[in-house]
C-alpha cells in the first residue's frame, strides 16, 4: 500500500530565516506531488505541482519554492520567511492515470513565523 | 478562474442526517471530490462524483448536478466523531494535465449530543 511521509511536524521560525520541508511518497511510482497551504480556519491553497522528476509548476508567485530530486521525493522551500508564510502545508501525492485519482494527504506541517 | 461555494459552519444533533452543499463554477469540470478534515489534521478522501447522481458509502452520500453546478453531501445517522471540516473540491484540468484539485473553503460541521 502506498504511504506519504511528511515532516516536520511542527515548526517554529523566525521571520527571515530559511525553510526547508520534505514530503517522501513510499509504494508507488511516478506520482503527481502537490504542495498545498492552509491558513487558519481558511481553505487550502495550492502552491506547487509536480508530474515528475525535476519539474514544478508553480501556481501562486511568492517567496517559496519546490524542488523534486527524486522520483518521490518532494521538497518545499525559503530563503527568507516572512510573517505571512505562517500556516498548515500539507503534501499531496495523487496517481498519473485516471481522473477519478484522489489526492492523498500527508499529515502536514504546522509552520509558525514569529 | 474558479469558484467554490460551501456554508462556513454548521451545526446538527447526534443521530440526526445534515446535507452540506456545495456549489461551484468553474472554467471545466473533471470531477468532484468531497474530503474530511478534522481539527490539526490532514484532509481524507471520502468521495468522488464525475456524473451526475448519487454515490453512496455507507452513512455518507454525494450527490452531484453538473447542469447547475452544485453537490451535497449527506451524512445520516450523524456520530459526535463526525465534527469535523468537510472540504469540496473540484478538478478542473484532465489527469495528464496536474490531476491538481481546487478547494471550497470548508464547512465546520459541529455535532451536538
Known amino acids: 500500500s502506498q504511504t506519504i511521509h511528511q515532516w516536520p511536524a511542527t515548526l517554529v521560525q523566525p521571520v527571515g530565516s530559511p525553510l526547508s520541508l520534505e514530503c517522501t511518497v513510499e509504494?508507488?511510482?511516478?506520482?503527481?506531488l502537490y504542495w498545498y497551504r492552509q491558513a487558519a480556519g481558511r481553505g487550502l491553497q495550492l502552491l506547487f505541482y509536480s508530474v515528475g522528476i525535476g519539474q514544478i509548476s508553480s501556481e501562486v508567485p511568492q517567496n517559496l519554492s519546490a524542488s523534486r530530486p527524486q522520483d518521490r521525493q518532494f521538497i518545499l522551500s525559503s530563503k527568507k520567511l516572512l510573517l505571512s508564510d505562517s500556516g498548515f502545508y500539507l503534501c499531496?501525492?495523487?496517481?498519473?492515470?485516471?481522473?477519478?485519482?484522489?489526492?492523498?494527504f500527508g499529515n502536514g506541517t504546522r509552520l509558525t513565523v514569529t | 478562474g474558479q469558484n467554490i461555494d460551501q456554508p462556513t459552519e454548521m451545526t446538527a444533533t447526534e443521530g440526526a442526517i445534515v446535507q452540506i452543499n456545495c456549489t461551484y463554477q468553474t472554467s471545466g469540470f473533471n470531477g468532484l471530490f468531497w474530503y474530511q478534515q478534522h481539527a490539526g489534521e490532514a484532509p481524507t478522501f471520502l468521495s468522488y462524483?464525475?456524473?451526475?447522481g448519487l454515490e453512496e458509502k455507507g452513512r455518507f452520500s454525494s450527490f452531484l448536478s453538473r447542469s447547475k453546478g452544485y453537490s451535497y453531501l449527506l451524512l445520516k445517522e450523524l456520530q459526535m466523531k463526525d465534527s469535523a471540516s468537510y472540504l469540496c473540491?473540484?478538478?478542473?484540468?484532465?489527469?495528464?494535465?496536474?490531476?491538481?484539485?481546487?478547494f471550497g473553503g470548508g464547512t465546520r460541521l459541529m455535532v451536538k449530543p
Open positions: 462524483n464525475v456524473l451526475d
Open positions: 499531496a501525492w495523487s496517481q498519473t492515470q485516471g481522473s477519478n485519482s484522489p489526492l492523498h
Open positions: 509504494g508507488t511510482s511516478n506520482p503527481n
Open positions: 473540491a473540484v478538478r478542473v484540468r484532465p489527469f495528464n494535465a496536474g490531476n491538481m484539485l481546487t
